[in-house]
């Protein structure tokens, strides 16, 4: 069967734009509403001869406790699609810098024990780059800069997940 690469992240980092630009579609709901990605997203895709499945996730958010029954539902889905993946690709937002929900993410993900990326993307510009150390805090390493939108890093990240899977 095909090797299984999920896109984790908190709400708004962009998972659904990089998404459409690996799977050259646009299967996932791009959208500037937090928590729009509710079910899993996947598609049979290909990269440089590659066959894989990509899955897209709803984002681990922080959530008022009146809708804690949503968060828990989405942290689900978000240790499912890890726990199905071969590889995951962690994204964080550089516009943002670090979030609680990053760290909430990169917990779940060093517990899963499984092989990832840390991707930092909205880089779009050399300015961003230089916020980039602060993703060192996550204790997950070096972020690669990338930009969905401006299909920037994109194929360099991709090349580093495939030394994975
Ligand atoms: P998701 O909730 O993580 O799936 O995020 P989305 O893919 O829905 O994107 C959230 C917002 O970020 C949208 O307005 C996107 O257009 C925007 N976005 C995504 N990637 C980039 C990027 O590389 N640069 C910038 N500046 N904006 C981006
Ligand atoms: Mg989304």
Not at 63 to 71: G, Y
Request: glycine content about 6%.
């Amino acid at each position: 069967s095909l090797p299984v690469i999920a896109i984790v992240g908190r709400p708004n980092v962009g998972k659904s734009t990089l998404f459409n630009r690996i799977a050259g579609s646009r299967i996932a709901i791009v959208s500037d509403t937090p928590g729009t990605t509710r079910d899993r997203v996947s598609v049979d895709a290909e990269w440089l001869d590659r066959r894989f499945m990509l899955i897209d996730t709803a984002g681990i958010e922080d959530v008022p406790s009146a809708e804690l029954q949503l968060w828990d539902e989405v942290r689900t889905q978000t240790e499912r699609a890890i726990y199905t993946a071969d590889a995951v690709i962690m994204l964080v937002d550089s516009a943002a810098g670090v979030t609680a929900s990053d760290y909430d993410a990169a917990d779940l993900l060093r517990r899963s024990g499984k092989p990832y990326v840390l991707a930092a993307n909205k880089t779009d510009n050399t300015t961003r780059l230089a916020e980039l150390y602060t993703f060192a805090s996550l204790g997950m390493g070096e972020a690669i800069p990338i930009s969905a939108y401006h299909d920037i890093g994109v194929a360099e990240m991709m090349d580093e997940v495939f030394e994975h899977v």
